[in-house]
C-alpha cells in the first residue's frame, strides 16, 4: 500500500511523497552514499538493538534523510493545503507545513525498519493524518487491547491493564528524545534538516502515562 | 460534534446534511406529522426493544426524513464528490451516491436514538467515512475492548471474550435486514426512498460473522507492540 501526501504551499509551489508501507531496511549499498548523521553509531539512540555490524545506517535517518532536503527551503509555519491519498479516501487539511510533517513523519517512523517505531506498523494500515491527542489514543490503546485478544485466543497471557504499552511509551519517549538529539547534531552540518528538527514528530509518545491520559476518552464509553 | 457532509453531484448541485453526534433521540414534531412509514410499529425491526407506547416513531426513521426528502431526485449510482468535515480533517471521496449515502447513514445512525445501532454511539466522536470492512472491524472491536478496560477498572465485569461484541454484530444485522425492509416497503408509499433502498448500509461492519473478519484482521496484528507483549 502507497500513501500519498501532498503539500501545496501558498506560493503555488507543490510538493509530494510517496510513502511505501512495505518499504523495509534500506539498501545496504545505495547508488549515492548516505549522509553521515545516518550512520547507526551517530548518537544512536540509547535503547536502539540494532548493532553497527549488521545495520550500519539507522533506517529512519535514511528515510528522513530523502525528505528533509526537500524541506530544506520551506519554513514550518508557512501555510498549506495537505492533502493525504489512500486507496479508500483523500483526507484533507489546511493548516502550517508543520503539522502536516508531523503526519507524514509519524507515518514513516511507523512503517520504518526501526525496530521500536515500527511495532506500530500494524496500524499504518489505519493511517489517520492529523490525529488529535484523543484519536490517536483510541487507535493506539484499542490497537494494544485487539493484540491482547489475540494473545489471549492463542494461549498467552494478555496485559490487559496496558502495563505493557506504558514500557513502550518510555521506549517510544527515549527514542523521540535521542533522535531528536541526532537531527540536532546533524543539522549543524546540514542546514536541510533545519525545517524538520524544529519538529517534536512522534507525537504520540509525548503523552505521559496512557493511563491518565485515558481518562479523557473515558466518557466517551460510558453508558454505551 | 458536528460532522458535515457534503454531496456535489456532476450537474453543480450540492447537498449538505449536519450529524450533531450529541443530539438527543429523534421525536416526531405534533405540528408537522411524520410519515407513516416512520411509525415504530411499520415494518419494526425484529429485536427493537422499544415499545409503541413510548416511542411512536422509529428514531432512525424520523432521522432519515430530511436525508430521503433530499434526495428524491438522485439515482444510486450517480456520480458524486462527497466531502465531510470533521473538527480535525476533511474526508474527499468520489464515489457513487449509493457510496456516500451508505457513510452518512451509518453515522445517523449510529449517533441516533436507536437502542442497538447506539451501541456503536462512541465511534461516531472517531467516525471514519468509506470505512472498508476490516477499518470497520478494528474501530468496533478497539471501542468493545476499551469499554471493557474501563468496566473493568471500575470493578465491573469485563467481556474480555467479545461475546457482546458477537451479539451486537447478530442484533446489527438483523437491524440491517429488517430496516432495509421498512425502506422498502416504505418506498410504495414515498417514492423518494428510492435512492438508498439497495444501500445495505451496516454491510461493512455486518457482511460475515466477527470471528471470521477478527481471522482476517490478526495478521496485521502479528508484529504490533512485539517487544511491549512479551
Not at chain 1, 41 to 60: A, G, I, S, V
Not at chain 2, 47 to 58: F, Q
Not at chain 2, 103 to 120: D, E, F, H, Y
Request: with cysteine; aromatic share 10%.
Amino acid at each position: 500500500m502507497i500513501i500519498t501526501y501532498t503539500f501545496t504551499l501558498q506560493s503555488g509551489e507543490v510538493h509530494q511523497f510517496d510513502v511505501h508501507l512495505e518499504r523495509g531496511m534500506p539498501p545496504l549499498e545505495p547508488p549515492q552514499p548516505y549522509a553521515p548523521w545516518t550512520r547507526l553509531e551517530f548518537q544512536q539512540c540509547y535503547n536502539c538493538p540494532l548493532k553497527k555490524e549488521r545495520h550500519p545506517y539507522c533506517p529512519t535517518a535514511v528515510d528522513l534523510e530523502q525528505i528533509a532536503h526537500r524541506f530544506s527551503s520551506i519554513k514550518s509555519f508557512e501555510k498549506a493545503c495537505v492533502e493525504v491519498r489512500t486507496p479508500d479516501r483523500v483526507y484533507t487539511k489546511h493548516c502550517d507545513v508543520q503539522t502536516g510533517l508531523r503526519a507524514l513523519l509519524g507515518l514513516i517512523m511507523a512503517t520504518s525498519a526501526c525496530p521500536i517505531s515500527s511495532q506500530l506498523k500494524g496500524l499504518a494500515h489505519f493511517h489517520l493524518p492529523f490525529a488529535s491527542i484523543e484519536e490517536t489514543l483510541f487507535r493506539v490503546v484499542g490497537a494494544y487491547l485487539i493484540k491482547q485478544y489475540f494473545v489471549q485466543q492463542s494461549g498467552g497471557t494478555p496485559d490487559w491493564n496496558l502495563s505493557g504499552l506504558d514500557r513502550y511509551y518510555r521506549d517510544l519517549q527515549e527514542l523521540n528524545a535521542c533522535f531528536k538529539g541526532r537531527l540536532d547534531a546533524a543539522s549543524d552540518k546540514d542546514a536541510n534538516l533545519n525545517a524538520i528538527c524544529s519538529l517534536n514528530f512522534l507525537s504520540i509518545a509525548v503523552a505521559s502515562g496512557v493511563e491518565d491520559q485515558l481518562d479523557r476518552l473515558k466518557p466517551r464509553f460510558e453508558g454505551t | 460534534m458536528n460532522v458535515e457532509y457534503t454531496f456535489t453531484m456532476s450537474d453543480g448541485r450540492s447537498h449538505r446534511f449536519t450529524v450533531n453526534v450529541d443530539r438527543p433521540c429523534a421525536k416526531a414534531d405534533p405540528a408537522n406529522p411524520p410519515p407513516g412509514w416512520t411509525a415504530l410499529d411499520f415494518h419494526k425491526c425484529r429485536n427493537c426493544p422499544l415499545r409503541p407506547e413510548t416511542h411512536p416513531h422509529c428514531p432512525v426513521a424520523l432521522d432519515l426524513q430530511e436525508i430521503t426528502a433530499r434526495f428524491q431526485a438522485v439515482h444510486a449510482l450517480d456520480s458524486v464528490t462527497v466531502e465531510v468535515r470533521t473538527p480535525e480533517r476533511t474526508y474527499i471521496k468520489y464515489c457513487d451516491v449509493q457510496t456516500g449515502l451508505r457513510a452518512l447513514l451509518g453515522l445517523v445512525m449510529a449517533s441516533s436514538g436507536c437502542p442497538i445501532t447506539s451501541r456503536l454511539k462512541a465511534l461516531s466522536y472517531y467516525h471514519l467515512p468509506f470505512a472498508n470492512a476490516e477499518e470497520t472491524l478494528f474501530r468496533a472491536v478497539a471501542a468493545h475492548l476499551l469499554q471493557q478496560y474501563f468496566v473493568q477498572k471500575a470493578g465491573g465485569q469485563p467481556d474480555l471474550e467479545l461475546k457482546r461484541l458477537r451479539e451486537l454484530y447478530e442484533d446489527l444485522r438483523m437491524v440491517n435486514t429488517d430496516f432495509e425492509a421498512r425502506l422498502r416497503a416504505a418506498n410504495h408509499q414515498d417514492s423518494n426512498l428510492a435512492a438508498i433502498i439497495a444501500l445495505n448500509f451496516l454491510s461493512a461492519a455486518v457482511s460475515c460473522s466477527l470471528d471470521e473478519a477478527l481471522a482476517r484482521l490478526r495478521p496485521r496484528f502479528a508484529t504490533v507492540f512485539e517487544s511491549a507483549s512479551s
